[in-house]
């Protein structure tokens, strides 16, 4: 049973509950030269080409899974899954 919401767990998936993915979320993107970066300090802001209210990509592995959109939980930043990739 999932602990989180009691519904059972399908057998086939059981078994792969400990495998590692990797997770990521793409915010946005930004093209530097290597002098601007290197002047970065900490407190600069790099400006991204998304806005905060746009979906973000979700990989799982590097391949796509899910669209999702930017949310404040907890005083932490997260991310809301919109809609699975088919």
Do not use: C, H, W
């Not at 991204?48 to 930043?77: H, S, T, W």
């Amino acid at each position: 049973m999932d602990k989180k919401d009691n519904t059972p767990i399908n057998p086939k998936i059981e078994s792969l509950k400990d495998v590692n993915v990797k997770f990521s979320v793409n915010v946005g993107k930004t093209q530097k030269i290597l002098a601007e970066i290197l002047a970065l300090k900490e407190g600069d802001v790099v400006e991204l080409d998304k806005n905060i209210e746009e979906y973000v990509n979700i990989d799982l592995n590097n391949r796509p899974f899910a669209i999702g959109e930017m949310v404040i939980a907890n005083e932490k930043y997260g991310v809301r899954i919109v809609d699975l990739v088919k």
